[in-house]
């Protein structure tokens, strides 16, 4: 499994930005044969799939979310990113970050980080 620790949540006015990050610990482990997600689970609400990038750096993403939110990925520095701008009320949530092993049945999930949008 691939140990994640996610960063970079936090409060936010609407309209603001911020920027998650997931970055796999420890120095023997890579992301580089993962598909990665950012998922998120609001108060009350399942969890789902906001931003989805394979391990050849496709990226996918949910309706909602399409044309404001960024994934990226850093291989080498074991880390993938979320770049969040035009936030909205709706989008705050518990931020989770994934990692699925493109062929093995290897997944892992972060804590996740609290991102809240408030005025």
């Known amino acids: 499994q691939v140990p994640l620790v996610e960063s970079g949540g936090g409060l936010v006015q609407p309209g603001g930005s911020l920027r998650l990050s997931c970055a796999a610990s420890?120095?023997?482990?890579?992301?580089?044969?993962?598909?990665m997600g950012w998922y998120r689970q609001a108060p009350g609400k399942q969890r789902e799939l906001v931003a989805s990038?394979?391990?050849?750096?496709?990226?996918d993403y949910t309706d909602s979310v399409r044309g404001r939110f960024t994934i990226s990925r850093d291989n080498a520095k074991n880390t993938v990113y979320l770049q969040m701008n035009s936030l909205k009320f709706e989008d705050t949530a518990l931020y989770y970050c994934?990692?699925?092993?493109?062929?093995?049945?290897?997944?892992?999930w972060g804590q996740g980080t609290q991102v809240t949008v408030f005025s």
């Open positions: 994934n990692a699925r092993h493109y062929v093995l049945p290897r997944e892992s």
């Open positions: 420890g120095t023997i482990v890579s992301i580089y044969d993962y598909d």
């Open positions: 990038i394979s391990r050849r750096n496709r990226p």
